[in-house]
């Protein structure tokens, strides 16, 4: 690892000047930025702790509805704080099908949203990558490629972004606040991130020096909670990445589907906001048919970016399996294998 | 470092020891952090090494910035080929059987990605892996040939260690003309690393010509003169410890570069020296289970009996030296057939060279045999346990030779009425469950040889009445700690609290190698013998002293039990060991033995562990998600002298199996030869949710050939049979027939 300056400052304004000079990072949960730091991928000049700032640990339920969420809490925390589960309950699903215990209790919210793709090349300095190295290509694009991109891609770069949690947060609306040098902002958390096009160094809007301090979720997010799950497509049935994941909520009255949501992660650059097939199946009713309309619609636009073509297939059947999971009904409690298409075989409810 | 385990409380027995299954003996100082492993040794001044590893699979460094690595603040110094000393001998040379051509800087080839080809030291580990970063190597590269295709053919001269890469026995050409069907199948099996939870790691100390080495080891004395002949000194002169292995799966028996390299830099720079290799550097210079690619034809008589065998296997090795998976041995003595033909071929890639890993070679031949076993009992439609039984080998298919003891036949039953294997639909796809999952049962044969190898052993009575008993034997986790302390205490009529039991330094008398599920047979028999030697020593003192109540009982006339000669006849007559020996103004007394099989024993019988595995596996229809549901294995080893232990090992083996045909695969570029999944978030291997319902049933078996105890192995059978059973059980819910490990989502959605 690099020699690098650490400093630990005392408030958001103190951070965010320590952090605009170029070479600095942000260092939360360590969880992901110390793997790659290790690997020789990152090499910060500066690290700028921000692991005891004041205030930005915090759940609160606004005036207004919904709730809002600190940079620094904690995936675990968040995801057994009851309030919280009760209101997103799919959100809470997909932080416990992140990871590990031991690394969801270290990693923060705001190192979840920012946590790097998983494609081998980027991890590997000896490789090039267009995200790590502006310009100098893409390793993936003729290598081991079987996990990445069929969504929102280009030639330039076919990674896609690993996260769980943002999956529901992208399909409720969340939005991002930050604070940076310029100040406050703050947006949707879909637009947040930008998908590679030409310049895939610019993963995320954030700029120079820009802290995120929260997430919030609108109140009418909590509107789907009685229906909303999400569900993870993994090669071992714990601690891996998600293949194709899939965050679906419906209203449903009389038998109609009034309001549908859906996102999929593992697809895209970004987790990936399906309006059309939410679209379709607004007036519906809540069939496996109409969720495998919805599927088709959702992936209408993929395209396979190497070795993945099976991917494609694979989500249509994953959305429609979501919606389905959703339609029956949120569960009572987090199921023992969250989000896994097995959740019911084995061990107890761990989430009363 | 304690060289005997304390434990906190008196372990609770009933009779003898052996058969007892007692907790291992150092699983307290386990579960505290008491146990010292290598790397937990910190001697004074010591340096930190880390290996600069390549970046390419084949060519040359031109350049490395030695300059800028030793400026960074606390490197001492940068070892590359200018100015790494020769060794004693040529690591580009074999120097026997287990010795393996390895990477230590003797220039500047690169033959594989992640080879070492420069060491930095430093006062902190920090400063030395920050060194090797800016060394910013320069290479020359030539284009790396990796996968089957793109590697170079050839004819092995040798396959696994030493082994015939071909075998035949019977008219083959007759066998598959008179078939009434023939399965013609193609298996594949990826490269997969052994990643021991403890990384190998050594500390290093010169003293003039002496060398301490901490360093986890299967092998302990053998490696010790291993070791001593690349630097020149006698096998005396090296005093290796290793008291605790995280795990070895036959990568910690064989000297391998890293470690040689800090023995090296450590006489350089006369500072004790540690290097801990990081997890991404297990994906190169320290062996792995090289790729294999096998096609078996099986033809059968209408009723499913085999009239000839054939697998040929091609496995990969590096282009240096050779280490081939000898595969298609897994069709050498399981199934009866009155032709059996096997070929090994090899292709050489740019990778490290492949080495012995846990079940070598009989683990991905069964992965391969098993189903294609199944597949015939498909086409001829009887039921896959029936299709085993009509195949049944009653004696070795091999040799013809009879078995030492086989109770396979029992471990079919048995393990076939714990699952419930009764009533299973011949047809695929016909079971689901309540959420209308695919369920599917299948099934495997386990099969292991039983060999040994020499080992030597001290049991010394002491005058107080307790004992030393001493063997260098290595405790890989497998409970070596333990077992041999039962079967020590056993052969001298002691409580196993009394015996003080010395292992895993090489000054101790050799305990062989912890390796081809041997260990517990040979440095057990070993022991035994000490014991029995040391008993009738004292046996002879007793009888022929008129003082003894023994006396005249005559040698075979008395027997130990609970630290006393008793009169075989007289129950009144016995003595205590300690008594005897203060008689005869003895301060201890000393018994020696080896172990190792009589060849003629050898030669008369085949000999070796038998299992039955049965898995039950749910899969999602839709979305192709596996998960084993149910694992029962049956298995027949001999005598189990530790059920707990045993099962432990079964259990491990077993959880190996479902780990090769679900999960481990080791990816490398295809252009650059590098790994690209070289840590175990991208080299998977099963977590605990992956883990179903298991049992392993411990089949009485009483064998008397195999040794003194009727001792055979279980540390490598239980991934037999299992990676096929699992197989067959997909296939069994599925319908669809999967022929390349690991078994993956995408082949199951169709
Ligand atoms: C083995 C393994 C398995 C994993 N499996 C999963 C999985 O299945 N699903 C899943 O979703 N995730 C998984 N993860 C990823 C894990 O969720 C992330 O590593 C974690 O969320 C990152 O959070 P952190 O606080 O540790 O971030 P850090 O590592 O501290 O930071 C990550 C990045 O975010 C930046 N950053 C952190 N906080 C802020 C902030 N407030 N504002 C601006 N920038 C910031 C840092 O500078 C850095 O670039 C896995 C990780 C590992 C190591
Ligand atoms: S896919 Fe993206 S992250 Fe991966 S190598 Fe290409 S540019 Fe880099």
Redesign the interface.
Known sequence: MNLFDYVRPASVAEAVAAASKPGAAYFAGGTNLLDLMKTGALTPGKLVDITRLPGLDRIETLSEGGMRIGAMVRNADLARAPDFAAAYPAVAEALLSGASAQLRNAATVGGNLMQRTRCAYLADPASVCNRRDPGAGCDALEGENRTHAVLGWSDACIATHPSDFCVPLVAFDAVVEIEGPEGRREMPLEEFYLLPGETPEHESVLAGGELITGLRLPPEAADFRARSRYLKLRERTSFAFALVSAAAALQIEDGTIGKARLALGGVAARPWRARSAEALLRGAEPTAESFARAAEAALADAKPSGDNAFKIELARRVVTRAFLLAAAGTPESVPALPASVFSSDTGVSIHA | MPDTIPFPSAQVRFGSSSGQPLTRRDGFLKVTGAATFAADNHPENLLHAVVAVS?IARGRVVSLDVEAAKAH?GVVEVITPANCPPLALDPDEKHGLFGFRFDALQNDRVRYAKQPIALVLAETL?AA??GT?LLAPVYETEPARIGFDNGEPYAPATVGVGGAPDFDRGDLAAGLAAAAHLVDTEYETPAQYHNAMEPHAIVAEWDGDTLTIDTPNQAIVLSRAAYAAFFGIPPENVYLRSPFLGGGFGSKAILAGPQILCIRAARMLQRPVKLAL?R?QMFGPVGHRGATRQRLRLATDAEGRLTALEHHAVATTSSFDEFIEPAANASHNLYASPAISTRHGAVRVDTGTPGPMRAPGEASGSAALECALDEAAAAIGIDPLEMRLRNYAETDPATGRPFSAKALRECYAQGAERFGWAGRPLAPRQMTDD?GRLVGWGMGSALFPAPMFQAEARATLRADGTALVETAAADMGQGAWTALAQIAADSLGLDIEQVEFRSGTSDLPDGGVAGGSGHTATAGSALHNAGTDAIAKLAEIAVNDPASPLFGAGNAGVEAREGRLWHREDETRSEGYGDILARSGMESLEGSGTGGRDPADAEARAMFSHGAVFAEV?V?P????V?V?RLVGAFAAGRIINPKLARSQLYGGMIWGLSFA??EEA?H????G?P??ADL??Y?I?????IPAMEALLIDEDDRYVNVLGIKGVGEIGITGTVGAIANAIWHATGVRVRRYPI???DL?G
């Open positions: 970046t603040p920090e892996t920050e970063r990081p991404d959420a749910k999602d839709d979305l192709g998600q998960l549901t679900l999960h990816i570029d295809r252009r650059t590098r690209v999944n978030a991208g998977h099963p977590v605990h949710a992956d993956r989502i995408e959605i």
